[in-house]
């Protein structure tokens, strides 16, 4: 009896080591891009790449998983690491041109004088210590 088991355990060791070696599975490919430099029109739109104040490398580096964009602007440039960053800076971008442009206007120096104005007066109401000296001077300028 005992020699009938191990025959039955040889066959179905023999049996399960040759079904393994002829339904090997091939390696796995490459699941991720190789590292390099890539075209950035491959990732970002024709209307991002270059605008008035801005423009976009025409290569990203990849490093695998994310490709680096350089943007330039003026004289300033920078490394930014995915295409959702990238629309953000070219955002902030045009975004600070326009915050400049709108402190050269008159209305924008009255309001800065209007808020400085208001500043004063509300430390001289804070403080009522400070009413002496060169703070009332000023609330009455």
């Known amino acids: 009896m005992k020699s009938k088991f191990i025959l039955v355990a040889l ?14 599975t091939p390696p796995a490919a490459k699941a ?23 423009s976009v490398g025409d290569f ?10 350089f943007l330039y602007s003026g004289n300033d440039a920078w490394a930014v690491t995915t295409g959702i ?10 975004a600070i041109a326009k915050l400049r442009e709108m402190s050269k206007t008159d209305e924008f120096a009255q309001a800065m004088a209007n808020v400085s104005s208001r500043t004063r007066l509300a430390r001289y109401k804070t403080f009522p210590s400070a009413r002496r000296g060169s703070l009332v001077a000023l609330v009455k300028a």
């Open 85 to 94: 960053a990238l629309r953000t800076r070219i955002r902030e971008i045009y």
């Open 32 to 54: 991720f891009e190789v590292p390099g430099r890539v075209p950035t029109k491959m990732f970002i739109p024709s209307d991002l790449i270059s605008g008035p104040l801005h």
């Open 11 to 24: 066959t179905f060791a023999a049996t399960t080591a040759l079904a393994q070696a002829q339904f090997a």
């Open 60 to 69: 990203a580096e990849n490093d695998g998983m994310n490709n680096t964009y």
